[in-house]
Structure formats: structure tokens, C-alpha cells
């Protein structure tokens, strides 16, 4: 197996190479407004780092969100095409598993990331490798009930912590493909079926056409 891994769902561009056993390579910059930029060139340092060659990789795992729309697409559309052209299998894996993994954590915590608008990406863990509900978005008021002092991980967690009294700040912040290819390993080894390549917006995009747009049409 050459797996690689990659997600552009946070904040975060990360790639890594997993060869079945462990990392070969990652590579991780923190810029939500170059994903498009740093994603290609981040894929040809990771592979270069390992001595290996594109055409060696035969399965890909994309991060699939919760995340903003432009930012997410990157990574998924660029999966797409790297599994069309290698004619490889491309797996999904939420994004907020990734970082739960990071965590390492044994206990059960949440998992919370930025979503802009002054909400949260978030799902419950009974540990790093079990998740107990499906992604959500919401605001940070609406769920002080729910996670005040509760072991917390990630950007949101980190962000709003009058909320999510009880994060861990030396937890991850943003994904890591090495977590997602260490997880996505794990996972394909013991027969597990992964996503599908598909995005979980959770909401409509920011950018929207408006409401007053005229379309005009040849005459």
C-alpha cells in the first residue's frame, strides 16, 4: 500500500504518505486563503521526501469535512482527479475524525473547528477512534450545556473557550494527513468500509448569487 492522504477542510493544507505501516512524509501550512496554491506543491514535496513517485500511489483518502465550501473543494476535487488519472480508489473520512485521532485522547471529548460566521464544526467522542454523533454546526451559546468541561480539541474548541471550558490546548488545533492516513490505514487493514468522496458542507455556501441578479439572454 502507498496511501495518500490528503484535507483542506480547516485552516490547514496538510498531505502525507502512508506505506501501510507508518508516515513517510507530511507536509502541514496554515493558510485558509491559498489552499488552491500550497495543495499541488505540497503534494510533490511529500512524495519527494519519500523517494517516491506519483504514479506508486495506490490509494488516496481525502478529508471530506465539515468544512467551508471553497477551502474543502479543493482537497476533494484534487482527490477526484489524482484517483481518475492513477485509476485508484479514493476514500472519504470525516475531518473531525482526523484531529479526534490526533488527539490520542481515551477518554470521552469533543471535537470542535472553526466555521466561520461565529460557529462550530463539532461531533462527540467516546475516544479517539469512536465517534458518538454526526458532524454538526452551531453556535458556541447554543451548546455550553452540552460541552462545559468537557475535554475539547481543535480550532473552535480553542476559539470559544468561555464555552468549551474544558480544552485541551495542547491538543490539535488544525487536521493533520498524517492522523488521516494513520486512520484511514487502520481502518482499510481491518476490512472497514470508508466515505464516500463527498463533501459535508453542513450549510449553503457563503458566496451566493443575489437576489436581484438579472440573467440576460441573446437576443
Not at 496554515?30 to 500550497?38: N, Q, Y
Not at 460557529?119 to 479517539?128: F, G, I, L, M, Q
Request: proline share 7%; hydrophobic share 45%; aromatic share 6%.
Amino acid at each position: 500500500m502507498l496511501l495518500l492522504a490528503l484535507d483542506t477542510a480547516t485552516p490547514a493544507v496538510t498531505v502525507a504518505l502512508h506505506d501501510g505501516t507508518g508516515i513517510l512524509a507530511e507536509s502541514r501550512q496554515v493558510d485558509a486563503r491559498r489552499h488552491g496554491e500550497l495543495l499541488l506543491p505540497a503534494v510533490d514535496r511529500v512524495l519527494g521526501e519519500a523517494g517516491r513517485k506519483l504514479d506508486e500511489v495506490s490509494e488516496i483518502v481525502v478529508g471530506v469535512g465539515p468544512g467551508p465550501y471553497t477551502g474543502l473543494r479543493v482537497g476533494l476535487v484534487t482527490a477526484a482527479t489524482f484517483g481518475a488519472v492513477l485509476d485508484v480508489p479514493v476514500h472519504g473520512l470525516c475531518t473531525l475524525d482526523g484531529l479526534a485521532y490526533a488527539s490520542g485522547l481515551t477518554e470521552p471529548f469533543v471535537v470542535a473547528t472553526d466555521a466561520r460566521r461565529k460557529e462550530v464544526y463539532w461531533a462527540r467522542y467516546a475516544d479517539a477512534r469512536t465517534r458518538l454523533t454526526e458532524p454538526a454546526v452551531d453556535r458556541p451559546a447554543d451548546l455550553a450545556d452540552q460541552v462545559a468541561g468537557v475535554p475539547a480539541v481543535g480550532a473552535g474548541a480553542l476559539l470559544y473557550d468561555t464555552v468549551f471550558t474544558g480544552v485541551r490546548r495542547e491538543g490539535p488545533e488544525h487536521q493533520s494527513a498524517a492522523a488521516l492516513a494513520a486512520l484511514a490505514a487502520e481502518k482499510l487493514a481491518a476490512g472497514e468500509e470508508l466515505l464516500p468522496p463527498r463533501p459535508l458542507y453542513l450549510r449553503r455556501p457563503d458566496a451566493q448569487v443575489p437576489a436581484n441578479y438579472k440573467v440576460v439572454t441573446p437576443k
